[in-house]
C-alpha cells in the first residue's frame, strides 16, 4: 500500500506563482512515475506533467514552458507552477504508478484557483 499526499495549493491571482509539494510513503518500488494531474469542473483529468525515479519528466503543452516539476530521492516531488492564469485553475491531483504493473495511487486533491 502507498500513501499518497499534496500539499500547497490556494488562490492566486494571474500571473503569480504557486508551488505545490507531495510525498509518497508505503510500499514503494522501482521503476516508478509520479505525476501530477488537473481535474477542472465537468472535465476529465489531465496530466500536467510528471516524472520517473530516473529524473525524466514530460510535461503537458500548456506546462511545458511555465511549470518545473522536481523530485528528491525520498519520493518528495514539486510542481513548481509560474505566470498562472484562470485556465490552470482546478484540482491537482498527485499520482504514484509502478511503471510495468497496473497499480497506482492517488492523493486527495490540492485546490488551485487563479482569479483576479
Known amino acids: 500500500q502507498v500513501e499518497v499526499v499534496e500539499s500547497g495549493g490556494g488562490l492566486v491571482q494571474p500571473g503569480e506563482s504557486l508551488r505545490l509539494s507531495c510525498v509518497a510513503s508505503g510500499s514503494i518500488f522501482r521503476p516508478n512515475i509520479m505525476g501530477w494531474y488537473r481535474q477542472a469542473p465537468g472535465k476529465e483529468r489531465d496530466l500536467v506533467a510528471d516524472i520517473g525515479d530516473d529524473g525524466s519528466a514530460r510535461y503537458s503543452e500548456s506546462a511545458k514552458d511555465r511549470f518545473i516539476i522536481s523530485r528528491d530521492k525520498n519520493n518528495n516531488i514539486s510542481l513548481q507552477m509560474n505566470s498562472l492564469t484562470p485556465e490552470d485553475s482546478g484540482v491537482y491531483y498527485c499520482?504514484?504508478?509502478?511503471?510495468?504493473?497496473?497499480?497506482?495511487?492517488w492523493g486527495q486533491g490540492t485546490q488551485v484557483t487563479v482569479s483576479s
Open positions: 499520482n504514484y504508478a509502478m511503471i510495468g504493473r497496473p497499480i497506482d495511487y
